[in-house]
């Protein structure tokens, strides 16, 4: 007999780097998409959220499907038998990082992208920090090799943003592209006009 079809969940991490913008507008894309989120966030995050967006925990507990208590390492997420999609962590600071590059979690934010990592599954860390020295670089390269996709926020300027919005949105839709999900706010790269065949 044919099994149930899975529920398409995703992991969402939001860590206190500067870019809550990125985890926010992550979770109502999700929810656009009707996939399931399931929220973590550090403490150095709520005090972001609320420096940056005037937000609070309790306001993106309603953009998500479930929150996760930072300290709760007994949560669905800290296991490799609960399904999911993957993890996105938006953004990673260099703290969780390197936490979760060492595999020696503390809390259930760098357990759940353990998880991810240990299952094989799509772990995407949106790091913000710059300039980088060679410790950090190191960091990222030990987890390209395990496995996880560094994508840093950068603006996409070929679009022509014109706010703020649209230049986190594009960064968001290209991250859950990684996913292979296509939000309607991403938008694609159609080619140049270069006036012609003998255009140099």
Partial sequence: MAGKAATQRLVVGIS?????????RALDAL???????????????????????GLTPSDLAERADQTYRVQDVGAAIASGSFKTMGMLI?????????????????????RAADVTLKERRPLVLMVRETPLHVGHLRTMTALAEMGATIAPPLPAFYTAPQTLDEMVDQSVGRVLDLFGLDWDQTRRWSGLTTGGADAA
């Fill in 16 to 24: 206190g780097a500067t870019g809550a913008a990125y985890g926010v």
């Fill in 31 to 53: 929810k656009a998409l009707g996939v399931e989120s399931h929220l973590v966030i550090s403490r150095a995050a709520a005090l972001t959220l609320t420096s940056e967006l």
């Fill in 90 to 110: 938006a953004p990673c600071s260099v703290r969780t990082m390197s936490e979760i590059a060492t595999g020696v979690t503390s809390s259930l934010l760098t």
